[in-house]
């Protein structure tokens, strides 16, 4: 555990309100939704979108929901997230610390933290905490600690860990948390990932005519599933399938979470309601979208879900949790800074 230079580690997430009260989700849903990268719309209508019709009438529904989840030591997200800092910390020298994109700990925070404990630093290696590259999570992340370091004229540099949806490590830590979960009895396993418009993944498309342009766009060789959402996510389910033997016909994709029209299907929300009408009475499901259990995870799947399928006839109904602060994915993401600083730029974003 040689620090070599001056460096650190930020870990990015997502972020949370700062409790479960209508004002702070107030607070936090319009510093989400007006975002241009989760709502691209111009600036005017995103405000009169965000701020005249969507946060006044989803702020109560919104803290109603994280009020099921919340925890005596507050948002799952954050205390998830500073578990995995602190697992994090025992592998490695460098001081780890982490930020939000939404919310606190905000960037500004945790780079002033970071000095505080290295005053000489020289490099902080950012690891955005999402598997695949979308324009709302992994691209947003980055964009924002960028113009923050440039805001504040921080003389350290900045490096950034690349979406990891195919990397060996991530995905022998994913398939070993899931084989457990294989012992018991179940007619079909469902990845549930988070969805995302179709138009942001023909925005992130850097060839401007490859994705979304045919069915079997994904499975095309192209220079924009570097930074195709869907083809990321398919690619996850094909290695963790391969890596746990599971038969053709027993597994399947969807997208949840959706909001208006265009969004990426099969939904799953729809999904959840047909398959016992199909005959999948027992149903495994992951997020592998999500590294550290949220709002998506734990009310709209394990809870909503699970009340979906069970009421359209299903028997049995488990969420699979995210990887959280599994001993194989804290040595995966040890494993990524040690070769680093070792001289390996494999998992840089370029």
């Not at 001056?6 to 990015?12: Q, S, Y």
């Not at 990268?37 to 803290?63: E, H, M, N, Q, T």
């Not at 083809?231 to 997208?255: A, D, M, W």
Request: net charge neutral; aromatic share 10%; charged share 25%.
């Amino acid at each position: 555990m040689t620090q070599t230079g001056k460096r650190a580690i930020l870990l990015m997430n997502l972020g949370s309100p700062d409790s479960i009260s209508t004002g702070d989700l107030h607070t936090y849903l319009t510093e989400f939704l007006m975002d241009k990268r989760v709502i691209d719309y111009p600036w005017l209508f995103r405000k009169i979108l965000v701020s005249g019709l969507i946060v006044p009438f989803r702020a109560k529904k919104s803290a109603e929901a994280y009020e099921t989840i919340w925890t005596k030591e507050g948002s799952p997200l954050i205390v998830l997230t500073r578990q995995l800092q602190a697992a994090l910390q025992q592998l490695v020298a460098e001081p780890v610390e982490i930020a939000m994109r939404y919310g606190h700990p905000s960037m500004e925070e945790a780079y002033q933290r970071l000095l505080q404990r290295e005053p000489q630093l020289e490099e902080v290696i950012a690891i955005p905490l999402y598997p695949h590259y979308a324009m709302a999570s992994y691209e947003t992340a980055v964009e924002y600690a960028q113009e923050i370091h440039r805001r504040k004229k921080y003389s350290f540099r900045l490096t950034f860990i690349k979406p990891f949806y195919n990397d060996s490590h991530y995905l022998q830590a994913l398939s070993e948390h899931i084989r457990p979960w294989l012992k018991q009895p179940y007619d079909h396993i469902l990845f549930s990932y988070h969805g995302v418009p179709g138009r942001h993944i023909r925005k992130s498309d850097p060839t401007g005519n490859h994705c979304l342009q045919s069915a079997g766009c994904c499975d095309t060789a192209s220079p924009a599933h570097a930074t195709c959402y869907r083809h990321q996510c398919f690619s996850t389910t094909r290695e963790i399938v391969r890596l746990l033997n599971i038969p053709e016909g027993k597994y399947s994709n969807s997208f949840q979470s959706r909001l208006g029209k265009g969004w990426l299907q099969p939904f799953t929300d729809i999904r959840l309601e047909e398959m016992p009408k199909e005959g999948i009475k027992k149903l495994l499901i992951l997020c592998p979208a999500f590294v550290s259990d949220c709002l998506e995870t734990l009310e709209e799947i394990a809870m909503r879900g699970k009340e979906t399928f069970l009421g359209a006839g299903g028997e049995e109904y488990a969420m699979i949790p995210c990887l959280n602060v599994d001993s194989r994915w804290v040595d995966a993401l040890a494993g990524w800074v040690g070769d680093y600083t070792a001289g390996d730029k494999t998992m840089i974003l370029d």
